[in-house]
């Protein structure tokens, strides 16, 4: 749809558009998305390292809380008959 757009806008034809666009189009479309997400890789694995050593150097504020039993969890069974 976008290809026959902009071929719209150039003045050429369905028919004269020619492979060689659609594979330019194609190419510049990997490759931007390429780096976009690269850079989304990037961004989240810095502010990945950043969190971690905010909780690294604050582990008062990240208490490890102990693990409950099932039976803990569970309330008591009163069989109704």
């Given at each position: 749809?976008?290809?026959f757009?902009?071929?719209?806008?150039?003045?050429?034809s369905?028919?004269?558009?020619?492979?060689?666009?659609?594979i330019?189009?194609?190419?510049?479309?990997?490759?931007?998305?390429?780096?976009?997400?690269?850079?989304a890789e990037?961004?989240?694995?810095?502010?990945?390292?950043?969190l971690l050593?905010?909780?690294?150097?604050?582990?008062e504020?990240?208490?490890?809380?102990?693990?409950?039993?099932?039976?803990?969890?569970?309330?008591d069974?009163?069989?109704?008959?």
């Amino acid at each position: 749809v976008v290809l026959f757009v902009l071929n719209d806008g150039f003045g050429l034809s369905r028919r004269n558009a020619g492979v060689h666009r659609q594979i330019l189009f194609a190419t510049v479309g990997w490759f931007v998305g390429y780096h976009m997400l690269k850079r989304a890789e990037y961004v989240y694995a810095k502010r990945d390292r950043e969190l971690l050593e905010y909780v690294r150097q604050h582990p008062e504020d990240f208490k490890i809380k102990e693990k409950k039993k099932v039976g803990e969890l569970l309330e008591d069974f009163y069989p109704i008959r």
